[in-house]
């Protein structure tokens, strides 16, 4: 096995190095602003088949080497996160669809898939995952199981651990694991530990994933309300009526006001041919059109305050304008934006036809004014684009970062509020609801800062860091989850809260499946603090 290492494609090319050094974090692309040093792994590796993984981990263990695990890098919570003696793992060759099984309703693929791909597959065929996390173009399945990952309509499909079946890959010892929910030795407990395990456990290699067919038709509809309050209270009663919506999406104040306003509608209420769980039915890419990103929308308040007197000059400034928080927020609570929830639901056109009205008609008797088709075709239109958007932040000296949390319903309102206050004089903080359940929601934050160059308490990186810290004490405070879809990472370990009786049974899997602790070392807190 060990001689089979030599056959494993790799590199030491500090190009190819650079590919793998670190995914999306965002305090990583404030570290390049500032011409920090990357910290590059010693060697890439692109594996082909599950011997090839195995061979590449047999030879780390002899190396007492790190390995790092590594999909397509779109990570945000510094999963990939190597130091200068570990070696990555590239699992993107491991990319093929291994079995469709249409009268069980499951797939089986192979870790490096992009998730676009194998939805485009199965729309193909006549059915769908259901996973569309804003990053399906550049995302692999892997990942998404690694991380314990949701898409946009997980109120109807679930999340990625209620979609695995079954999970393959290699652990620590460099030995071959297999878990299926449906297998007398492992069952589903073991498969849950692996999904979202994060690379801590093993490298997954292959996953099998629960289908559904395709629906043929959607009912989207948005509607406002007067209070957050109002919006919140609405979509748990959706979610305890059993009407399974597929999109159930409440955007707070501001971020609904800078998405800009939308008048009420008397039009009649349609049904859409097609459904809202199949791949490109978006325009989701960069474009000419895009709606304005919050710098934008701060940029055109500042003008439209007559804030400075030569126009043209504002957006030099709002770059440092971010970096005072405080004045920023002053100039958003002057905009005026009522929540705005979107609604989406799925089936057959006679089905909606019956289902449409009547989810309307239960909105407006919790106080929603009904503002038509336009906001939730809108969003089905755009909804991956926010990805794009992100790096005009960075561009003028800013920063933008998102965090995902969750809670019960009654915790929802009060943590939303802490948040907010917390980081009021440290970012620009936005917020939708969604990913709804019947026992609660996630809360999605986005923060937005500034600040100067280098280390100072002024400086991005700082503001940033500090962000981070007052977000993750209040989350903790109110004993919400840290961490719904994104993972845990390296980011978001000082959150975490075990117990000591699970602490120390994580840590016995880990030694167990890993004991030369080798695997992903830092994330989730297990292992070896840094690689």
């Known amino acids: 096995m060990l001689d089979l290492v030599r056959s494993v494609p790799s590199s030491k090319d500090p190009i190819d190095c650079r590919m793998v050094a670190h995914d999306l974090w965002p305090r ?37 080497r790190p390995i790092v695990p590594f999909g397509a890098g779109s990570g945000v919570c510094a999963g990939v996160s190597p130091g200068s003696r570990s070696w990555v793992v590239d699992l993107k060759r491991l990319d093929r669809i291994v079995e469709l099984d249409p009268d069980r309703r499951t797939v089986t693929v192979e870790a490096g898939i992009i998730g676009d791909r194998l939805e485009e597959f199965l729309n193909s065929r006549g059915f769908t995952l259901g996973h569309f996390p804003s990053s399906i173009y550049c995302s692999t399945v892997g990942g998404w199981v690694a991380t314990r990952s949701a898409g946009q309509l997980s109120s109807r499909y679930g999340k990625i651990e209620d979609m695995t079946l079954a999970v393959w890959g290699v652990d620590g010892r460099g030995e071959r694991i297999h878990a299926a929910v449906d297998d007398m030795a492992t069952g589903p407990g073991l498969v849950q530990m692996l999904v979202g395990s994060e690379g801590a456990l093993c490298l997954i290699t292959r996953m099998k994933l629960r289908i559904s067919p395709l629906a043929t038709h959607r009912f989207v509809r948005g509607v406002s309300f007067p209070t957050l309050q109002q919006g919140l209270a609405a979509m748990r009663n959706v979610m305890a009526s059993g009407q399974s919506p597929s999109v159930l999406r409440l ?182 609801f969604s990913h709804a359940y019947h026992d609660g929601c996630s809360l999605y934050f986005t923060f937005a800062g500034g600040g100067t160059a280098g280390n100072g308490p002024r400086s991005a990186l700082s503001r940033y860091d500090l962000c981070w810290e007052r977000a993750l004490t209040t989350v903790r405070r109110h004993g919400a989850v840290v961490a719904h879809h994104h993972g845990v990472g390296r980011s978001k370990v000082k959150g975490l809260r075990h117990s000591a009786g699970n602490k120390a049974l994580l840590q016995a899997l880990k030694r167990t499946l890993d004991p030369d602790l080798i695997l992903n070392p830092g994330v989730l807190g297990l292992g070896a603090g840094a690689t």
């Not at 082909?48 to 981990?57: M, S, W």
């Not at 509608?265 to 769980?277: F, I, K, T």
């Not at 969750?406 to 309102?413: N, Q, R, S």
């Open 251 to 432: 955007y707070d104040p501001l971020d609904s006001a800078l998405a800009g306003n939308h008048p009420t509608s008397s039009e009649p209420l349609r049904v859409h041919a097609g459904g809202l769980a199949q791949a490109r039915v978006e325009d989701s890419g960069p474009g000419e059109h895009d709606e304005p990103t919050l710098f934008d929308s701060l940029v055109r308040r500042v003008e439209e305050l007559a804030i400075f007197s030569r126009p043209r000059a504002t957006r030099a400034v709002v770059g440092e304008l971010l970096g005072r928080p405080g004045i920023a927020n002053s100039l958003l609570d002057r905009f005026d934006g009522k929540p705005r929830l979107v609604v989406g639901i799925e089936g057959d056109a006679d089905d909606l036809a019956r289902r449409g009205p009547r989810l309307l008609d239960m909105l407006k008797g919790q106080g929603a004014t009904d503002l038509g088709d336009g906001p939730g075709e809108k969003w089905l239109r755009h909804r991956h684009r926010v990805s794009y958007r992100m790096s005009r932040a960075f561009a003028v000296g800013g920063w933008v970062d998102t965090c995902e949390v969750a809670c019960g319903w009654d915790e929802v309102a009060p943590l939303y509020t802490a948040v907010r206050e917390a980081l009021r004089d440290t970012a620009v903080v936005l917020c939708h």
């Open 28 to 64: 990583r692309f404030l570290e390049r602003r500032e011409e920090l040093p990357v910290t590059m792994p010693a060697m890439v590796y692109w594996p082909r088949n599950d011997d090839e993984v195995a061979a590449v981990v047999l030879q780390a263990r002899v190396d007492r």
